[in-house]
């Protein structure tokens, strides 16, 4: 389960965190306002660079923070070309 994403310098969003309750979130808006970035850039936290659509450079200082729970609880933090990966026992 996803709980929280947080994007800093992610073309439309900047300085951004999105909290997810349990259950099934449904991501709405207008056009052109960022929803499909979202998703890419849960994709770019959990697999890397090979998620995303556009060119390298084009995300160079992208920063993205991913929090979620598959048996426990885990964050995922991108920045640039580092990547750390910490995780919570579940009691």
């Not at 052109?32 to 998703?39: N, P, T």
């Not at 850039?41 to 890397?48: K, S």
């Not at 995300?59 to 995922?76: A, I, P, R, S």
Request: net charge positive; glycine share 10%.
């Amino acid at each position: 389960m996803i709980r929280r994403l947080y994007i800093d310098k992610g073309f439309k969003h900047h300085d951004k965190t999105f909290l997810f309750d349990k259950g099934l979130t449904g991501v709405v808006g207008k056009n052109e306002s960022g929803k499909s970035l979202i998703v890419e850039f849960i994709r770019y936290a959990l697999f890397g660079s090979a998620a995303l659509r556009g060119a390298a450079p084009d995300y160079k200082h992208l920063h993205v923070e991913l929090d979620f729970t598959v048996g426990k609880d885990l964050t995922v933090t991108r920045k640039g070309a580092k990547v750390q990966l910490l995780s919570e026992e579940l009691v």
